[in-house]
C-alpha cells in the first residue's frame, strides 16, 4: 500500500513539474513578442506643446497658447528619441526642426554619444539645424559620395531604429502625410547599423582630404 | 498490485502527454519568430537586368548589356513587389520608374486588385507613371487634401508591407543613399493598412466633389 502511495505522489509530482514546466514555457513565449516594441506613427501630427517632455521635473506650468497635456504623432516621436541613454546615431537628409534639434542638443548635454550624417547640400540651406549641432560639439560627418543622402533614420542606443518618410523639418511634421516606424526588432535595425557604421566610416573627412590630395 | 500498475499507467500516460505538449509548445513558440519575414534594403542599388523577373518562364536569354543573374537591392524590391497574388495598395509620392511601372501594370493584368494613391502634384509632372496606371484602368486617387502626400509604401495581399525613404524613381533607385523596409510583422503592417483605408475613403474623388458642390 506505501509502495502505492509513492508510485501516486511520484507520479502527481513528475505531472505538476511538467504542467508548470510547460505553463513557465508558455507564458516566456506569449512574453516574448510582447518584449519587442512597434509603433508606427503617422504625419502631420496634432500641434501640442512639448515642454514637458523636455523638463518632465519642472513645477512650474508652461504658460505657452499650444493645448497642453495632448499626446500626439510628434511627442511620441520626441519621446521615444529623448530615451537615448548611451548613444544615438543619426541620418538625415533635411534637419531643420528646431524642437528635434533642441532634442539633439539636450542627449549630447547629456552625456550621450552622438553622431550625425547629414546631406552637404541641405545641411549648407538656411533654417538647416546641422551648422547649430556642429557648433555645439556633436560629431557630423556630411555625405560626399552621392547625389543625394535620403535617409531619414535614426538608431537609439544600439537598440531601437526610427524611421520612414518623415525629413526632420516642420512642414514634414506639421502639414505632409508622413510615417514613421519605430522598431526593436533587431532583423531590421541591425541592418541599420551596419549601414550607419558603413556611412559613418565611407564619409570620415580624413579618408576624403586623402584622396582629394592624391588627386593633387 | 493491478490498482498499482493502474496508478503507474496512467501516471506516465499523463507525463508523456504533458511532455509532448511542452515540446509542441516549444516548437511551435520556436517557429514563430522564424515565420515573420523582415528584410532591410539599402540603395543605390547595382544595376543589373531584372527580364529573368518579369518573364522566368521564358527560354530565350535577354540579351541586353546588363550584367545578368546578379541579385541586387532593386532585384529583391521587384521580387517582393510582383509577389502580390490578390492585392496591391500603394501610396507614394514620385513614381516615374519604369519597371516597377511595369510591375504594376503586370500584377494589374494577373488581375491583382490594384488601388494607388499619388500625390496630386508629383502625378503631373513629366514622366509620372500616374497617367499609365489610370489609362490602364487601375483605380488612382490623388491626395487632395495635405501640403505633400509623402508616403513611400505599399501594402502586398494584405499581408507584406514594403516602405522607407525611397521614391519610385530611377534617381531614388540608381543614385540615391536610400532604405527600404520590408516586413511580415502584423504590429507594423496593419497600422499602414488602416491609414491607406483612411486615405482612400478621404480622397473619394465624390466626396470630394460633393464637398466642392456645397461650396458653391
Known amino acids: 500500500m506505501s509502495m502505492m502511495w509513492t508510485v501516486k505522489v511520484v507520479g502527481l509530482g513528475v505531472v505538476a513539474l511538467s504542467l508548470s514546466l510547460e505553463l513557465l514555457g508558455w507564458l516566456f513565449c506569449r512574453r516574448q513578442p510582447e518584449r519587442t516594441l512597434h509603433e508606427v506613427l503617422f504625419f502631420p501630427s496634432k500641434v501640442a506643446c512639448v515642454e514637458h517632455i523636455f523638463t518632465p521635473a519642472s513645477t512650474h506650468p508652461c504658460l505657452c497658447s499650444l493645448p497642453h497635456g495632448v499626446e500626439t504623432s510628434f511627442s511620441r516621436f520626441l519621446r521615444h528619441l529623448l530615451s537615448a541613454t548611451s548613444s544615438l546615431d543619426l541620418c538625415v537628409f533635411a534637419f531643420s526642426h528646431m524642437a528635434l534639434s533642441r532634442a539633439v542638443l539636450t542627449l549630447h548635454s547629456r552625456g550621450v554619444a552622438v553622431r550625425v550624417i547629414a546631406d552637404k547640400d541641405y545641411a549648407a540651406i538656411t533654417g538647416s539645424q546641422i551648422g547649430v549641432l556642429r557648433k555645439a560639439g556633436i560629431c557630423v560627418r556630411c555625405d560626399v559620395g552621392s547625389v ?18 518623415l525629413n526632420w523639418t516642420l512642414t514634414a511634421v506639421q502639414s505632409n502625410m508622413e510615417n514613421v516606424l519605430v522598431t526593436e526588432e533587431t532583423e531590421l535595425v541591425q541592418p541599420f547599423i551596419k549601414e550607419f557604421h558603413r556611412l559613418w566610416e565611407f564619409n570620415d573627412p580624413a579618408r ?3 584622396s582629394s590630395d592624391q588627386k593633387t
Request: glycine share 10%; charged share 15%.
Open 148 to 165: 543625394c543622402m535620403h535617409h531619414k533614420f535614426a538608431v537609439v542606443d544600439g537598440r531601437l531604429l526610427i524611421t520612414g518618410s
Open 208 to 210: 576624403y582630404l586623402h
